[in-house]
């Protein structure tokens, strides 16, 4: 993107003024060379969030943003629907709650090694991967509403994960106002036979060396111990968030006329918070996104009996359990009040500062746990919530690398089979069931995480504190 | 079944109203289209371009038909919900598709979809579709006897 276009806030912040219908300004998080080489979708896009009704404060784009549909990937906006704010379903995407968890384990580099190629064997034969898996757990309708309801609580009634994971998961692994009614048979078909499984495209399961620590008082609070492994998992909803956002977004852009809403991107469909509409994607969204923690709960578990074949009973504690494609109800405080906002991330992580009465107490002097994914070779990073994040972005940070290079170009760079062995070359193990997929997500295919990462921390979204190298990927 | 064309090979186009279909780039995702002298024709040509997002049309065997109709407000917005339609019976009958016979009346559409159960080993299939967007949809005529019909889709 040409920076002219914007005013620059800071070496890492540039501000678009209000033009034509936007209500406020919009905000883009970037270093210059990020900004650079953003796309101007990403412009036109954070440009239009901002056009919406009841926007607060401004739109914001993530240091990652790249184009999404609707709002960009990487996307943050609040609503107040006491001003007639919206909820949009393409500003929290179609795989709601597409998230990422991180357990510990006490593992050193040295024993993974040793067992590196049969562990990867064994991860890929028990983790349902890729299109067309399925996994163990059928869901009956009545299983299906209560999981619906439930989230990771239910999945720990069912037998899957311990009972501490629920203090390492938002909302306690159950966000309130649940619908089961909301949501259609269609996306409960979809789900059926979905739970407990990975996907495909950019989901992955990976075992970790915690390779740096840039913060040791706060890896340490985190559990964090360099020369130490960690598995790192990376999921969403599945059919089911899928189905929804297919359905609603549909809904939403048919009908926006009727509530008056001018859609300057038929992408941008929603409809106000305190509508019928609005209401019920609310609580199918928040269905989803309990399928979302009941599914990445399971998949913890079998991840966690597979590491006990290898090397006898471990609990693998959970550190923590993020979402990146979320509307959540929170409150903020605008020009000294507080405000009950629907906050959109949309490939964006909620970073929550030190002092949150939402964090699990270990953690809470010193900020959320921020789990940026990694790709393969590129590597991983925690961060932590800071105390300006939330004048910053609604407490928001990143939530990967971001792409750099479409599928498209991705499959024409490189094949399958020659990342695998580059990355093997490296002491990376991948197992995966399709190489093209491989190749579509190639690491050089997603921009430097590192340069993500260190302009989020100067920007004051989050700060680093520790990278994390990947041992062996199971990709989906 | 038509023959696919990636855009940007720069190769000699088929003949104007021959079936076929394309990716085309997108940020994140994919963009799929279908041409051919029909909507109908165009609109089958895209739902191969869905499956061939996953995998190679030429290995899947044409074996199980699954029946579909639709009906929707306006033509561009029944290509979103047939590509949608597609998706649904991929994820919930594992089954995968690799050619289309598509009817089309005013903005009622009724198909058949031949394809096989997905299988692991032999179609090695890529990412999975979720979802068919609006994003750069359009369904008309570029020329006399030449339709398009494309979109991204989420992947």
């Not at chain 1, 379903?89 to 968890?101: L, P």
């Not at chain 1, 994914?373 to 300006?388: C, D, I, K, N, T």
């Not at chain 2, 499956?51 to 009906?71: G, H, N």
């Amino acid at each position: 993107m040409d920076r002219r276009r914007f005013e620059k806030l800071s070496d890492n912040a540039w501000r678009v003024a209000p033009f034509g219908a936007m209500r406020v300004p919009a905000v883009i998080y970037a270093s210059e060379d990020l900004l650079e080489e953003m796309d101007d979708k990403v412009f036109d896009q954070t440009t239009n969030v901002a056009m919406l009704p009841g926007i607060v404060e401004a739109s914001y784009a993530m240091p990652d943003a790249h184009w999404g549909y609707g709002f960009p990937i990487g996307g943050v906006a609040a609503f107040d629907p006491q001003a007639g704010g919206v909820v949009s379903a393409g500003g929290v995407g179609f795989d709601i709650s597409c998230g990422v968890r991180t357990h510990l384990t006490s593992l050193t580099r040295e024993e993974v090694l040793s067992v590196q190629e049969e562990l990867a064997d064994a991860l890929y034969a028990l983790v349902p991967v890729g299109v067309g898996a399925e996994g163990e757990v059928v869901l009956d309708r009545a299983a299906m509403d209560a999981m619906l309801t439930g989230g990771a609580r239910w999945a720990l009634e069912q037998g899957f994960g311990n009972a501490k994971d629920l203090l390492g998961i938002e909302e306690g692994g159950c966000i309130e106002g649940a619908e089961p009614a909301a949501v259609s048979e269609r996306a409960k078909e979809r789900q059926r036979r979905e739970m407990g499984t990975l996907g495909s495209g950019n989901h992955y399961l990976e075992v970790q060396e915690v390779k740096h620590i840039f913060d040791p008082a706060t890896a340490a609070a985190y559990g964090l111990e360099r020369g130490k492994c960690v598995l790192t998992i990376h999921c969403g909803s599945r059919g089911l968030g899928h189905q929804i956002g297919t359905e609603f977004l549909r809904e939403m852009a048919v009908s926006a006329q009727s509530f008056g809403i001018s859609l300057p991107d038929r992408e941008l469909a929603c409809a106000p918070i305190n509508s019928e509409l609005g209401q019920r994607y609310l609580g199918a969204m928040r269905a989803a996104i309990n399928c979302a923690l009941a599914n990445r709960e399971i998949v913890g578990h079998i991840a966690r009996e597979v590491f006990a074949r290898f090397f006898g009973k471990s609990e693998l504690p959970l550190m923590f359990d993020v979402s990146h494609n979320t509307c959540k109800l929170e409150t903020h405080r605008i020009g000294g009040k507080d405000r009950a906002l629907f906050v959109h991330r949309k490939g964006a992580t909620r970073a929550l500062g030190p002092g949150s009465a939402s964090l699990p107490e270990p953690f809470r002097q010193y900020g959320q746990p921020v789990l940026i994914g990694g790709s393969m070779g590129a590597g991983s990073y925690v961060l932590a919530g800071v105390e300006q994040s939330e004048d910053r972005a609604f407490s928001s940070a990143c939530h990967g690398a971001g792409r750099r290079l479409s599928r498209h170009a991705a499959t024409r760079a490189w094949s399958g089979r020659q990342i695998v062995d580059e990355l093997r070359a490296k002491g990376i193990v991948v197992r995966s069931p399709s190489m093209r997929g491989v190749a579509e997500e190639a690491p050089g295919a997603y921009k430097d995480v590192g340069a993500v990462v260190d302009c989020a921390e100067a920007a004051g979204l989050a700060r680093k504190v520790a990278y994390l190298a990947p041992l062996i990927c199971i990709k989906g | 079944m038509g023959e696919s064309v990636d855009m940007s090979d720069g190769e000699p186009a088929p003949r104007a109203d021959a079936p076929r279909w394309e990716h085309f780039s997108h940020g994140a995702d994919l963009g799929i289209r279908g041409l051919g002298a029909t909507p109908a024709i165009a609109f089958e040509q895209a739902a191969v371009a869905l499956c061939a997002a996953m995998v190679d049309p030429r290995d899947i065997r044409l074996e199980e038909p699954v029946e579909i109709t639709l009906e929707a407000p306006a033509l561009d917005l029944l290509l979103v919900d047939w590509l949608n339609a597609v998706t649904y019976e991929i994820a919930t009958r594992r089954i995968i598709f690799g050619a289309f016979e598509v009817s089309i009346s005013g903005t009622k559409l009724a198909a058949r979809a031949f394809g096989e159960k997905i299988s692991r080993e032999r179609h090695a299939p890529a990412v999975e579709v979720k979802g068919a967007t609006f994003t750069e949809l359009a369904v008309r005529e570029d020329r006399p006897g030449l339709w398009r019909a494309q979109c991204v889709i989420d992947v």
